[in-house]
């Protein structure tokens, strides 16, 4: 079974540019969410989706981020424009199930530098 | 969200076991422990999930206490490979946001 997938694994863009990193979930997964880690501080929540919808979007930093899911397959996180301060690791994770006993599986992650 | 309190970091060597203590004072009647484990590049690895007393899997124990304000991953007989960074996480059973701490860094020497 392929595990979660995310590309690309790494990404260098100047600040006011724009970005966007695909996640992949485990097929059959439902629940797909983005974390994120920046600059050697601690990995963060940003958003949940169940299917096609947002869930749970309390950790997006700013308007700058859009993330998307369109036919509850794939999900898509863009920033525009990038700033210095979004350089870190982004990682998405799935879920079979949205209750805390259903495991998250975790992508390797995408490495986002924004000079 | 009921924040967790981990050792930044810990030395061992090869064949000993380790034990890694996560201190959750505020843990809610509904919360999970959760301890997952991350590998630089990587990301991060579901280990262990428990709510009371002891669980066990293949890889790993996790030890609850009565009062449940903190809580031990214990790791037997390490090797090299298990040189990574452990995160303990405390979550609603029905609320699944991950508060990751800063973890711990485990460093298994041979």
Redesign the interface.
Known sequence: EAGVTQFPSHSVIEKGQTVTLRCDPISGHDNLYWYRRVMGKEIKFLLHFVKESKQDESGMPNNRFLAERTGGTYSTLKVQPAELEDSGVYFCASSQGQLLSYEQYFGPGTRLTVT | LAKTTQPISMDSYEGQEVNITCSHNNIATND?I?WYQQFP??????II?GYKTKVTNEVASLFIPADRKSSTLSLPRVSLSDTAVY?CLV????????????GTKLNVKP
Not at chain 2, 91 to 102: A, D, I, R, T
Request: aromatic share 36%.
């Open positions: 999970y959760t590049s990587q990301g991060p690895r579901f999930q995160y979550g609603l059973y029905n609320f699944n946001k991950f508060y990751f701490g800063s």
